[in-house]
């Protein structure tokens, strides 16, 4: 679908991005919400909206599809603030959180099941402001679509509008297995990544030159922590697991460096090697 009309609440790196880029795709209409007022004033100036709602349900009222680009918990609240209105109306609503089964339950708990369907973009992000938004950010990239209800209706309208408007590839996901997913492939490697950052500020050498190795791995700590606290909390039993599995890899490092054996240390990094080749392929 191409809305008449688009809103989108929240105005930062992914809600933004979305605004900006349906605007120079051609809907005529988009109204944003945010509570961070800077983002809404560069999202005006970047012609990004074209008018600012003071309330959440303004954007609601007004909107042919809604994006809620806000953190897990916020994009929850929000539902619920919105539901009645959301059901009284002809509007679709998606989102953009980064776990789906705390959201899609929502949903379907307020009777929205018909109507909304969740959304993941599988883009790298940024410091999270609008300052992060690109009118391009999408094209071409994966986005997962959940459904809420058996028909998938609301789900065929969210991916069209993906695919038609943002030039996104979408792909139907349910949300259980999106967050199992998700939780190996994004939550847990972002705190690993943090678990470095943390243990070479307070246990590495001071004063010296990081190499490219804990560089490459350190590009990667987010600073917009209040989103990814939120998703790694809401998705913590698949992060758990994984950080478990972690746990005893790095165990069974540290056991072979004790004993000073070379082979055991040379198969355990042959092991990583050697499936990091066959995931790049």
């Known amino acids: 679908m191409k809305p008449d009309c688009l809103g989108v609440i929240g105005l930062s790196e992914l809600g933004g991005s979305v605004a900006w880029q349906a605007?120079?795709?051609?809907?005529?209409?988009?109204?944003g919400f945010s509570r961070v007022r800077k983002d809404g004033v560069a999202a005006v100036?970047?012609?990004?909206?074209?008018?600012?709602?003071?309330?959440?349900?303004?954007v609601a009222e007004v909107a042919?599809?809604?994006?809620?680009?806000?953190?897990?918990?916020?994009?929850?609240?929000?539902?619920r603030s919105l539901a009645a209105t959301i059901a009284t109306r002809s509007v679709y609503c998606t989102d953009?959180?980064?776990?789906?089964?705390?959201?899609?339950?929502?949903?379907?708990?307020?009777?929205?099941?018909?109507?909304?369907?969740?959304?993941?973009v599988l883009?790298?992000?940024?410091?999270?402001?609008?300052?992060?938004?690109?009118?391009?950010?999408?094209?071409?990239?994966?986005?997962?679509?959940?459904?809420a209800a058996s028909d998938g209706h609301a789900a065929l309208e969210v991916a069209d509008f993906w695919q038609r408007v943002l030039g996104?590839?979408?792909?139907?996901?349910?949300?259980?297995?999106?967050?199992?997913?998700?939780?190996?492939?994004?939550?847990f490697p972002q705190a690993v990544a943090a678990a470095l950052a943390k243990t070479l500020a307070s246990r590495g050498p001071k004063g010296i030159t990081?190499?490219?190795?804990?560089?490459?791995?350190?590009?990667?700590?987010?600073s917009d922590t209040e989103a990814w606290a939120d998703a790694l909390l809401h998705n913590r039993?698949?992060?758990?697991?994984?950080?478990?599995?972690?746990?005893?890899?790095?165990?069974?490092?540290?056991?072979?460096?004790?004993r000073g054996d070379r082979q055991a240390v040379r198969s355990w990094l042959e092991a990583g090697s050697n499936w990091r080749k066959r995931a790049v392929e």
């Open 23 to 31: 605007a120079r795709a051609g809907v005529e209409r988009i109204i």
């Open 45 to 58: 100036r970047a012609r990004a909206v074209t008018e600012m709602a003071t309330s959440v349900k303004r």
């Open 64 to 79: 042919d599809l809604l994006v809620l680009a806000t953190p897990v918990s916020e994009t929850v609240h929000t539902l």
């Open 96 to 120: 953009l959180s980064g776990v789906k089964g705390p959201v899609v339950k929502a949903a379907v708990d307020l009777g929205l099941g018909e109507r909304f369907a969740g959304s993941n």
């Open 123 to 147: 883009v790298a992000r940024g410091d999270g402001g609008f300052s992060a938004a690109r009118p391009d950010r999408f094209t071409g990239q994966i986005v997962y679509v959940s459904p």
């Open 168 to 187: 996104l590839q979408p792909v139907t996901i349910d949300a259980e297995r999106h967050d199992r997913i998700l939780g190996w492939t994004s939550h």
């Open 210 to 222: 990081y190499g490219p190795t804990a560089l490459a791995i350190l590009d990667s700590v987010v």
């Open 237 to 258: 039993q698949q992060l758990t697991e994984a950080l478990e599995g972690f746990g005893l890899e790095l165990r069974s490092l540290e056991s072979a460096l004790r």
